[in-house]
């Protein structure tokens, strides 16, 4: 569940039904026709195609001796940099030049996700491993790769200063020094969960929380009862060396007190990385908003393509079809089946499932598929 740079949206989506609501090593082939790093049909997003346009072009401007070594004093100094405004803060004309496309390029981009036009610059450059720091010298011309979307991809394509592209494998970080062109997906991520929250509200899928009742109906003018996450922790696959941290969120949904189906976003930054238990007392679910105590969780991640506005549709409408009839009603197969195919298949967006969370549950809460816990603890918020 990885994902570079901080970049890589993993998306948890919690939807609590309450409910939820040199050379280079191992392999450098001879120059390869664009594979596309062995990415199956839906991997071909025009996300993705932008992204391997951008790549070309900046290989291509790193024969400006001045440019690149512009980009190699921005790369060595930050973890990611904004590749329009190093574009746009430059003298050297190769990165002068390149400044109109990538700033094209952000804006397809940001549509493309479906997000507003004000989200900015998304695209984002930097060194592929720690370790190629020492190859970096002065002489060098990094090629440039985009980030494969897959984490278990064997190649990820590079391009050099000719234009050609190499199949760089994975195994291991290659000596030869790489740029990973990259989305930054925490802005990307912010942006989208407010489109999603704007989305749901303006179907009715938010409401104002009741202050007069908590959950199972009890008034409770001194505060309101949530669940609490204590810890939690996600296993995947080992990390490849082109990956990095993951942004994570949540979707919390049910049936609002007054019976309409509801649903909140929460946000999950801390949970950057798989196989690494965290602790963030973090609250999951406000159980005044809701009208039932019982609640389903899934856990999604999310990838280049997600359009967060074909998302936010896709749930709403599945969200709408189910009206409440005086029970608890799990939402949360609803949810998944509205969510397109390609996200459950040789793709990383779904991790996990939790079922019947309730007020009172507290303990270690073990995954449905096996991929991920998390403890839970009742816990009242008390009014100031």
Do not use: C
Not at 13 to 32: R, Y
Not at 63 to 69: E, G, K
Not at 160 to 189: F, M, Q, W
């Amino acid at each position: 569940m990885s994902r570079s740079g901080k970049r890589r949206g993993i998306f948890i989506g919690v939807m609590l039904s309450a409910v939820i609501g040199g050379t280079v090593q191992p392999a450098i082939a001879a120059p390869v026709r664009d594979a596309g790093d062995q990415a199956t049909p839906f991997r071909r997003s025009p996300v993705r195609s932008t992204e391997q346009e951008i790549a070309r072009a900046l290989s291509a401007s790193l024969r400006d001796p001045q440019w690149r070594q512009q980009v190699r004093a921005a790369a060595l100094g930050a973890e990611d940099v904004d590749l329009q405004a190093l574009a746009g803060s430059t003298a050297a004309p190769e990165g002068r030049n390149l400044l109109a496309s990538v700033a094209a390029a952000d804006r397809r981009i940001a549509g493309l996700k479906g997000l507003p036009a004000s989200t900015g610059s998304l695209l984002r450059v930097r060194l592929g491993a720690p370790s190629m720091r020492s190859h970096l010298d002065a002489q060098a011309t990094p090629w440039i790769a985009v980030a494969a979307a897959d984490d278990d991809a064997r190649n990820i394509t590079a391009y050099d200063s000719e234009g050609h592209a190499h199949s760089v494998g994975t195994a291991r970080v290659p000596d030869r020094p790489l740029y990973v062109l990259d989305i930054d997906v925490t802005k990307a991520h912010r942006a989208g969960l407010k489109v999603l929250q704007k989305a749901f509200a303006d179907k009715g899928l938010t409401s104002l929380p009741s202050k007069a009742a908590n959950s199972a109906g009890t008034a409770s003018a001194a505060g309101w009862w949530a669940t609490k996450v204590t810890a939690v922790e996600v296993n995947d696959d080992q990390e490849p060396w082109f990956k990095g941290a993951a942004e994570m969120f949540s979707l919390v949904t049910g049936f609002g007190q007054d019976g309409t189906a509801r649903v909140d976003s929460v946000d999950m930054p801390y949970l950057d990385y798989d196989g690494t238990i965290y602790y963030p007392n973090q609250i999951l679910v406000n159980w005044s908003n809701y009208k039932y105590n019982l609640a389903d969780v899934v856990m999604m991640e999310d990838d280049d393509g997600t359009n967060y506005r074909a998302l936010a549709q896709a749930i709403t409408t599945a969200l709408l079809t189910v009206t409440d009839q005086g029970t608890y009603i799990p939402l949360v197969n609803a949810v998944l089946s509205a969510i397109p195919d390609s996200w459950f298949t040789d793709d990383p967006d779904y991790v996990e499932s939790w079922y019947t969370l309730a007020q009172s549950s507290s303990g270690r809460l073990n995954g449905a598929s096996g991929n991920g816990w998390m403890t839970v603890e009742p816990y009242f918020v008390e009014e100031l």
